[in-house]
């Protein structure tokens, strides 16, 4: 099996291969098994595996798409929590499971984090797990303790310029998508933050609040209520465009142009899952997405709805890939 750890030098072909599986929904089985198996599914449960504890945004959303693809096509969904190693342990047993649609992946930030963080690992994600379809998009919150003098992105920037070395982030676990998306805001701004990484979000944003560390990058479900209180001052969200949960909030972006940074959710197949049956998941999730219940209840999360074709979620997955990638190797993060 090949070296599963993605470099410069790899990327490249990595990325290529990803988008062409996507595309053509690695249809591997005999055309007429695959067409029969396609025309019955689904007929049993099917599992969604999660490699995230159970509560967090990525598990509220996979069980919203679970209840709605359940009630659309009789069966059960049933998301199966197997946490561990930044989701690798789920990733493998999806990897290996049998590619006829009853094993599906949660795919998460993670999953396009860890094939650079980690230097070998028995998958490739990239080649060995088709994208299903997209399902959210939500921001991460900028934040600071409100004794922190400043009070803008900009004013930020410059205390951190005045006091390098001397700032500490906060992070939920090294390699996250909230450590990530401060490395991303420091390579990019070229100031330098102290990175203190936690058990989690929890405990990082207790020690926030209590100016133990002075910024955290945090998903926006963790800690939304705690900035409406008042506890933590929000400078800004890590979108593109701005958030309807926080509104008045500008984006990071707005100030230091071009930085983006999201925690996305989607579903992901083992190579070889018939493609008859990658399409039917991804209109029946699109429809899923489009209703305005839906709609409503990721408003609620801070998120937004991630509509697309299997290509279309396969491109996000490369480009996401390729940037963390560059941000690990600028920070050199290490697996907790």
């Known amino acids: 099996m090949e070296s599963r750890g993605a470099t410069g030098a790899t990327m490249g072909p990595a990325r290529r291969r990803f988008l062409r599986l996507a595309a053509s929904g690695v249809a591997m089985l005999p055309t007429m098994f695959r067409l029969a198996r396609a025309q019955s599914y689904p007929n049993r449960p099917v ?95 900028m934040e600071v303790n409100p004794a922190f003098p400043a009070k803008t992105v900009p004013e930020f920037i410059a205390h951190a310029r005045a006091n390098p070395g001397k700032i500490n982030m906060a992070s939920g676990g090294s390699g996250t998508s909230v450590h990530m998306s401060g490395e991303l805001f420091s390579m990019m701004t070229g100031i330098r933050l102290v990175h203190v990484p936690y058990r989690g979000e929890g405990p990082a944003l207790s020690d926030l609040m209590s100016g133990q560390v002075q910024v955290m990058f945090s998903n926006m479900p963790a800690s939304l209520e705690l900035v409406r209180a008042g506890k933590l001052r929000a400078l800004a969200v890590t979108t593109a465009a701005r958030s309807d949960a926080l509104p008045d909030l500008p984006t990071v972006g707005e100030f230091v142009p071009s930085y983006e940074a999201t925690g996305i959710g989607g579903l992901g197949a083992p190579r070889g899952t018939p493609v008859q049956i990658v399409d039917m998941l991804n209109d029946q999730i699109n429809t899923a997405l489009s209703d305005p219940k839906m709609k409503k209840r990721l408003a609620d999360l801070g998120a937004t709805a991630l509509v697309g074709s299997p290509p279309d979620f396969g491109k996000l997955l490369a480009d996401e890939i390729e940037k963390w990638a560059r941000v690990i190797k600028f920070s050199g993060a290490k697996p907790d």
Do not use: C, W
């Open 47 to 141: 599992r969604i595996i999660a490699g995230f504890a159970a509560g967090g945004i990525n598990d509220v959303v996979a069980r919203l798409i679970g209840q709605s693809l359940s009630e659309r096509l009789g069966q059960p969904f049933v998301v199966e929590n197997r946490a561990g190693a930044s989701g690798n342990i789920a990733t493998e047993a999806v990897v290996n499971a049998p590619p006829d649609g009853y094993t599906l992946l949660l795919v998460g930030s993670s999953n396009t984090i860890n094939p650079t963080l980690y230097e070998k690992l028995n998958f490739n994600f990239a080649h060995d797990i088709v994208p299903v379809a997209g399902i959210m998009r939500a921001p991460l919150v």
